[in-house]
């Protein structure tokens, strides 16, 4: 992974306000290059005030490092995760951040052509560091922030960055924390009952198994769902994915500097390979075997209440599964995400299928995709480099897959343009487009 690099440097005396010239990169990407009206060339810095940063940050760490994306965010979330929210009547560089467990997604979206204003950011990306490096980074930066300052400002500034080492060195305290930005909340926002709640189902499962169902179903009730859905889970159908995992794993590991997806597919095809079926579609008895399950359990059924799908269990217990879908191709996609669950948890005793975008679910959900349409086996099928709409009906039905699983295939492999995926874009680097990119990073 490419490491952050925030530079801030104080602008010549005098100086009252405290502005500084900030420069933010990961790796080679410079997410603070821009154009400055009546300028010739670009610049890589933007001028901003160093103190209202330094209090954004500090106030909003736990959720910058913890708080994941999940659906369309809400006014909450935007103020804690988008740099534009700082305000005080700045320019400020248009990056979201956000946190995915090990690591911190970085989002930059470019200001339009003719766009008015005092400057016009340039750098589209979707750029990620690892948590650790993101910290490291973050703390340079508050320290620099201080010494930028306005006079006024550092004494105020040193005290919240006090409190927030602290919290953060006490695991208790910090172990708070992190719930409650999982949660969505600031600091102290969320009802003590539920943190007690989720404390309760952590000392049970891995936490990190707990928060990717909390993330999903955020709120006040999450643990309630949670905890009901365990219950429904643990009555469901008994499944065995270790041999399953012992295919998918029998390669040696990818480095992790590898994106999930890539893990995926190099999974789904070892897997594949494993059961001697590299292309052929696998139907429900064959995709059932590989979790020592029932066919029927694949085929459609009543959807169940639960907002997310569970593999629940581990290495030495009962394993069990929930799978909340009513078609039958949406149920095996969720049974294929499942088996992926498994492997990249290493079979941990709790595994949700959701529609967040965290690299578990991500990993699943390229995994569900190479399990049960790869890509060998679907463009020997279409045998053409322009598929109809009618092409694409034809292989979801082969393959029994939903349609849009088609499509994500051949545009993940560029054999089909992504505006085919239902969401035409008037620009190939706009907003949507990088929202898309963001979910599959």
């Known amino acids: 992974m490419n490491t952050l690099q925030l530079v801030l440097r104080p602008c010549p005396q005098p100086n009252p306000d405290g502005i500084a010239e900030f420069e933010m990169a990961v790796g080679t990407t410079l997410l603070t290059r821009l154009i400055r009206p009546k300028t010739n060339g670009t610049v890589n810095s933007v001028r901003i005030p160093a103190a209202p940063m330094g209090f954004w940050i500090a106030d909003n760490w736990w959720r910058l490092r913890w708080e994941p994306k999940s659906g369309v965010p809400s006014d909450s979330w935007r103020m804690a995760h988008e740099m534009n929210a700082i305000g005080h009547g700045h320019a400020w560089p248009p990056v979201t951040i956000w946190g995915d467990r090990d690591r911190v997604m970085l989002v930059s979206r470019a200001d339009p052509s003719g766009t008015a204003g005092p400057v016009r950011f340039l750098a589209n990306a979707v750029t990620f560091v690892p948590g650790s490096d993101f910290e490291a980074a973050m703390d340079q930066l508050l320290e620099e922030t201080v010494s930028a300052a306005p006079t006024t400002d550092q004494i105020a500034l040193k005290a919240v960055m006090e409190a927030l080492r602290l919290e953060r060195s ?260 706009d907003s949507s487009r990088l929202e898309e990119l963001a979910d599959a990073a």
Not at 199 to 206: G, K, T
């Open 170 to 429: 006490n695991p208790e305290h910090a172990t708070w924390r992190r719930i409650e930005a999982v949660c969505g909340y600031g600091p102290d926002e969320a009802p003590e009952t539920l943190i007690t709640q989720i404390l309760d189902l952590e000392a049970q499962y891995a936490p990190a198994d707990v928060e990717e169902a909390v993330a999903a179903a955020p709120g006040d009730d999450t643990a309630t769902t949670l905890s009901t859905s365990i219950n429904q889970a643990a009555s469901g159908a008994t499944v065995d994915f270790a041999t399953a995992v012992r295919l998918a794993t029998s390669n040696p590991a990818l480095p992790n500097r590898f994106e999930p997806w890539v893990m995926a597919e190099a999974a789904a095809n070892a897997l594949r390979q494993g059961v001697g079926q590299p292309t052929r579609p696998l139907l429900n008895a064959r995709l059932a075997e590989l979790g020592g399950i029932s066919a029927r359990h694949l085929g459609n059924h009543q959807p169940a209440g639960s907002p997310y799908a569970i593999r629940l269990g581990g290495k030495d217990r009962r394993q069990t599964i929930l799978l909340t879908a009513r078609w039958s191709h949406d149920r095996r996609f969720q049974f294929a995400r499942a088996i992926g669950d498994a492997i990249w948890s290493n079979n941990s005793s709790l595994g949700t299928i959701s529609s967040i975008a965290t690299s578990r679910q991500k990993f699943q959900r390229a995994f569900a995709a190479a399990l049960l349409c790869p890509e060998s086996g679907l463009t020997e099928f279409l045998d053409t480099t322009n598929p109809t709409d009618s092409d694409i009906t034809e292989a979801a039905r082969r393959f029994h897959v939903n349609e849009k699983t088609v499509r994500s295939v051949l545009v993940n492999k560029h054999l089909m343009e992504r505006r085919r995926l239902g969401e035409p874009l008037s620009d190939p680097l």
